[in-house]
């Protein structure tokens, strides 16, 4: 009589231990979820990837820098070369792109770059060192691109993809140096005008000037070196208008003392700086005048000290690999009546202005403005076009991380970013027709880069219900 009773007993334990078990199962699962949406900085490594590519024109292609030039180009001195580096944290993935040009591509030329590259990387950034030895660029082009430019969107594509196939853990690091290799070209005088100091071969101290040294040096996990970019802020015009064969100018110099230091192993990487009103001490040295060995002096120079630099750094895997960049545009207006200012550029630069520069109709003008955030330490904040030098150390002491770098001339053109005082002072690249953006501008970029860093490191609050908690 009492099997029954037994047998239901039974039952329920083990009907209770079934439960008890599948809840339990259900809570690790959900754990194992949870852990899987949280995607803990544990769980990731961060990732790069280097490439490199000869982007030379042909000879009888106009060239870039100087309204003075007597023909095209008749030749190549140093290679011109379009350099890759990809970082990847998780699923974000940021390709930089270095230029030996004097100016990034146009905005068509661009956006097919980005179009053909969206499957291979998050966002990609384009900078040009800005050497006045190169081929001309412009926004548009009445008769089609350029077959050499299209030739050399087409090699950058391909490198982006082939350096997205063979990603590696990779460390990183910051170091800083110091070296001056250039002057500060507008002379405040005593009855405060300002003249312009092109070259300064005696090297009389010049204010303001920045000879810090920023380098960038990533490694592979085993400890390799894949890149060392080197940041500093200086006109690459030591050759002038009388050479009429494509370089790098004296950043080839420097590339080539840093890669054979390590021995050939790293893609040394030149982003350029704030350099609006910085000139090298060797400017438009004449040929006749060895200008080759000024510009392989100068780039030695800053070589033997991102050398220095990049030796004494030990990247590190970092705790929390991470990757974010924000692209937003500051709309600005124009500094002058457009019309006018068409005229100016003819009347200064000649025919080939409205070529050679942007042409404006309306009022307004969008800057690109980027910043990137590696692993919460490293800030990377661009502007697109030419910013005097102040905006550099300003960026340095107002960002919210210690290591933060300002590059100039990526993603689109738009002329001199003079600062506020600068502008009131006058002289080129201050108030002159090449300037076409309204005073304050660089200002307004540099605002955008503190505050967006701020926003990616969370130290702002998402919505008013925030304020309350």
């Known amino acids: 009589m009492c099997r029954p009773v037994h047998h239901a007993v039974g039952q329920d334990f083990l009907a209770a231990f079934r439960d008890r078990h599948a809840a339990v199962v259900m809570a690790c699962l959900a754990f194992c979820f949870a852990l899987l949406l949280s995607a803990p900085a544990w769980c990731e490594v961060l990732k790069a990837a280097v490439a490199k590519v000869d982007i030379t024109p042909p000879p009888g292609i106009p060239m870039w820098g100087y309204s003075n030039r007597k023909g095209p180009a008749t030749g190549t001195l140093d290679p011109l070369y379009a350099r890759v580096l990809l970082l990847e944290a998780g699923r974000t993935r940021v390709a930089l792109v270095t230029v030996d040009l004097g100016r990034p591509f146009g905005p068509a030329s661009l956006n097919w770059l980005r179009q053909e590259t969206h499957k291979q990387v998050s966002y990609l950034v384009v900078t040009a060192s800005h050497t006045h030895s190169g081929p001309t660029i412009a926004d548009e082009y009445p008769h089609g691109t350029p077959a050499w430019e299209t030739a050399a969107l087409t090699k950058i594509a391909k490198a982006v993809a082939e350096a997205s196939s063979r990603l590696l853990e990779a460390r990183i690091g910051v170091g800083y140096g110091f070296t001056l290799i250039g002057h500060n070209r507008l002379r405040v005088n005593a009855d405060g005008s300002v003249s312009w100091f092109e070259r300064n071969l005696t090297q009389v101290p010049t204010a303001p000037v920045d000879g810090t040294v920023s380098v960038l040096r990533v ?251």
């Open 219 to 469: 490694d592979s996990a085993a400890g390799e070196p894949l890149a060392i970019l080197v940041n500093y802020a200086c006109h690459p015009v030591v050759f002038g208008s009388d050479n009429l064969q494509y370089s790098a100018d004296y950043p080839a110099a420097m590339a080539k003392t840093v890669e054979e230091a390590f021995g050939g192993k790293p893609i040394c990487f030149f982003l350029q700086g704030a350099p609006g009103d910085i000139n090298p001490y060797f400017a438009v040295t004449p040929l006749e005048e060895d200008a080759v060995a000024m510009r392989d002096r100068t780039g030695q120079m800053l070589g033997r000290e991102a050398t220095r630099i990049a030796k004494g750094i030990q990247p590190q895997m970092g705790n929390e690999p991470d990757l974010r960049f924000s692209e937003e545009p500051v709309s600005v207006h124009m500094r002058w009546d457009a019309r006018k200012w068409q005229e100016a550029m003819i009347a200064v630069f000649g025919p080939a202005a409205s070529q050679t520069f942007p042409s404006r109709t309306g009022d307004t003008i969008e800057l690109p403005v980027t910043t990137i955030l590696i692993n919460r330490k490293i800030a990377i904040l661009t502007m697109p076009g030419e910013p005097f030098l102040e905006y550099q150390i300003a960026w340095r002491e107002r960002c919210p991380v210690h290591d933060a770098l300002l590059v100039g001339y990526a993603n689109a053109y738009d002329g001199y970013f003079p600062t506020i005082s600068a502008a009131s002072r006058g002289g080129y690249g201050a108030n002159n027709p090449a300037t076409w953006v309204e005073i304050g501008a660089g200002d307004r970029m540099v605002d955008s880069g503190v505050i967006n860093i701020n926003k990616m490191l969370g130290r702002y609050p998402e919505g008013p219900e925030d304020l309350l908690k």
